[in-house]
């Protein structure tokens, strides 16, 4: 099972995660989640990365919060098993990235 991250791990990952990307693409922390709201050029590149991204939330056996209109996703990234974050939250965000 996940483990919750404490304050000071929590910091660090998230400093891991924003450490590539640009200002105007950072990863917030809002409470127990972290969260991010990506832009597609259309629709329809906006849920083909929806699709690949559900393909590995099953793999990793962890899904995220998410909200799609248009070509915006928001997205919210929690750990309910612990409430809160665990190391699986930046995994899954790391692959968001990835698949951009
Ligand atoms: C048994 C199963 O793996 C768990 O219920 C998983 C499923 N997906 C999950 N996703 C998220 N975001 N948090 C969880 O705690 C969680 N738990």
């Known amino acids: 099972m996940a483990e919750r991250l404490t304050e000071s791990q929590i910091d660090e990952a998230l400093s891991s995660l924003n450490a590539t990307l640009a200002a105007d693409e950072q990863w917030q922390r809002d409470g127990d989640k972290i969260t991010k709201t990506f832009t597609f050029k259309s629709f329809i ?3 083909g ?3 690949q991204i559900a393909i590995w939330a099953e793999k990793l056996k962890h899904h995220p919060e998410w909200f799609n209109v248009y070509n915006r996703v928001e ?3 929690t750990t309910h098993d612990v409430d809160g974050l665990s190391e699986l939250d930046f ?3 790391e ?3 990835k698949f951009r």
Request: glycine fraction near 0%; avoid cysteine.
């Open 95 to 97: 692959k968001m990235e």
């Open 75 to 77: 997205v919210a990234l």
């Open 45 to 47: 590149r906006a849920f």
């Open 91 to 93: 995994s899954l965000a």
């Open 49 to 51: 990365w929806m699709s």
